[in-house]
């Protein structure tokens, strides 16, 4: 194996808790009804252009993003719709949602059902990045950034590489590890895709050293893909986040508010290049994406392929239920997920994994006051102070706050979980965010 790579500031070791990684990835049943939240992406929300009675196909354009940064929205089922509805996401808001009822299964008729993996790549490169918008595809990372949007460069950058994300360093989390094993061809030629779309030459797949068997199978893969090379990287969180997996890569730093393509990188997650395969050869919307549902407490969890718009009550029901000690169900994984405050929570595109704690595991440690041990600090992969930017919190120092860079905090949670006073620094650097947001909002800055 090649040497493993790193990032160099802060970050922390975890229990892995990958109870999945074994399991194949097996398809969701069709549900009776799916929630589409029309906010499936970063940006504004999509527009629709169905109404109720409308009858639809499985793969069929059901609301516009209209704006450059936002997302198509397609039925991920056949069927009636049934109401436009507001409808809680998984942030706990009420958000405008296309509510469809199910009928069997019939795709739309542009799709491609192949019959092997489709190789020739034949579009160009402005056509690649129109189908990646028509076809709704977003970062499957988790932020849902619209795919096409960061394909298009500002003017004056460029690209020399394409990053695609294998890391999943969160605890419990295997879709994106089984998507490796299962779709490595796939993934590779969106890769590929991607590359074209760029115009850039090389291309690095990062995957942490705990998946010996994906880094294997990509590395056999990868001999027939000119350009692409896949880097084995020490087990480390947060790995996964952009800055800190550019760094482990190619030794760049992105200043401090700037994006990747500041140091000539484009980062996408290997579902983002599986996405983006089906979408320029076989013609697919996401309609559909691989989900882990796990829990120490959780034994019939796994890695299934499920439409966009199940809730989270079907898929769960579909692996057996709750037991009785299931306290707390978190969108996510368990570092930087949110919990859910209802199980019938829609699964959006930017759904990565479920996970079911009990209330032991769940439970808040008691706060006490800080013992200035430096933890927190020591932790901090941005090298920030969370223990003053909590206290510029409290105090609602907002002015101090934006110095001391609040807004560069990528919510790892590191500093939360390393504390030993049990101080909620990362809710207060949220809260703290949240607030600045608004004010420059305000502002229009």
Sequence with gaps: MKRLKTFSIGGIELEEKKYTADKPIKTASIPERVILPLSQSFGTPSVPIVKRGDHVKTGQLIAKGEDFISSNLHASVTGVVEKMDEWVDSSGYN?????????PDEWDENIIQPHSVITDISLSKKEIIERIKDKGIVGMGGAGFPTHVKLTLP???VAEYLI???????????SDHRL???????????TQILMKALDVQKAIIGIEANKPDAIEHLEKLS???KGIVIQPLKIKYPQGAEKQLIKALINREVPSGKL????GCIVQNVGSAFAVYE????NKPLIERIITISGEQFPNGGNFLVRIGTTIQTLINECGGLSDVAA???NGGPMMGKALVSADVPITKGTSGILVLSDAESHRVPVYNCIRCGKCIAVCCMGLEPVLLEKTVENENWEMAERELIRNCIECGSCQYTCPAGRPLLDMIRLGKYVINQKNKQKGN
């Design 180 to 190: 490796m094993l299962e779709k490595g061809d796939e993934i590779l030629i969106g």
């Design 155 to 157: 003017p004056n950058k």
């Design 328 to 330: 707390k169900i978190i």
């Design 95 to 103: 958000k405008k949602a296309i509510i469809i009822k199910s009928e």
């Design 279 to 282: 979408a320029v050869q076989l």
């Design 164 to 174: 695609i994300n294998g890391v999943e360093c969160e605890p419990f989390l295997t």
């Design 260 to 263: 990747p393509i500041e140091v």
């Design 223 to 225: 001999a027939n893909y």
